[in-house]
């Protein structure tokens, strides 16, 4: 990782508005996954891990995994300068080698399923990973024409509610609801003109059964 990549980490780590925004989606998650201390975790697309860090004194485990190996490196020495063994950083993506992962009790997905194109195997990969009874928290963008991202960036421009949910059900979830717990303060790629982005989280369960039941 170069230095460069490293100061530009540092600043994304302390960036007020982002803070913010985290722990908004942190919290909201917390507080509808209800984790009693015992679970095993998935962070997928930890990032530089400020999620994982506000769940880790709640669950037993947290697996944070990213395709970024300098944003791995980058948490690992947050996690070393803390003393913190109960996150495992890990590169991995939707995918690929699944025997690479355990089962989890919660899965958590900030502001990534937009990055991974094939929205529908996600959906299923998730529901195998995930352990019957299990819960999926997913925080994501609302619809927004392209704007939150500029169009060299190969992303889904946010997602219609009921056409995730319809996904998901389709991989097997179930009580699927959606809320709105946040927002995105961002220029718009299109108008150049500051704007806020409605963030939703989405909660499901998985219930027991294969999704091609």
């Known amino acids: 990782m170069s230095e460069d990549f490293e100061k530009a980490l540092l600043r994304w780590d302390k960036e007020p508005g982002r803070l913010n925004m985290t722990?908004?989606?942190?919290?909201a998650m917390l507080n509808r996954t209800y984790p009693q201390g015992?679970?095993?975790?998935?962070?997928?697309?930890?990032?530089?891990?400020?999620?994982?860090?506000?769940?880790?004194?709640?669950?037993?485990?947290?697996?944070?995994?990213?395709?970024?190996?300098?944003?791995?490196?980058?948490l690992q020495k947050k996690l070393d300068a803390d003393s913190i063994?109960?996150?495992?950083?890990?590169?991995?993506?939707?995918?690929?080698?699944?025997?690479?992962l355990p089962r989890f009790d919660i899965i958590i997905v900030s502001l990534t399923l937009h990055h991974v194109m094939d929205t529908t195997l996600a959906a299923e990969v998730f529901y195998s990973l995930l352990n019957p009874g299990g819960t999926i928290a997913v925080a994501d963008l609302d619809p927004d024409e392209g704007e939150s991202h500029g169009p060299e960036m190969i992303v889904h421009n946010?997602?219609?509610?009921?056409?995730?949910?319809?996904?998901?059900?389709k991989a097997g979830f179930t009580t699927i609801q959606f809320d709105t717990v946040a927002t995105l303060t961002k220029m718009s790629s299109k108008t150049g003109v500051v704007k806020e982005f409605p963030i939703f989280l989405m909660i499901a369960h998985n219930s027991g059964k294969s999704h091609l039941e």
């Open 23 to 27: 722990h908004k989606i942190a919290q």
């Open 158 to 169: 946010g997602f219609v509610r009921a056409d995730l949910r319809e996904i998901f059900r």
């Open 38 to 74: 015992n679970e095993v975790l998935l962070d997928y697309g930890t990032g530089t891990g400020l999620i994982a860090l506000e769940f880790y004194h709640s669950v037993k485990k947290i697996v944070a995994v990213d395709s970024s190996k300098e944003m791995l490196t980058f």
């Open 85 to 100: 063994t109960t996150i495992e950083p890990l590169e991995w993506s939707i995918g690929g080698d699944l025997q690479k």
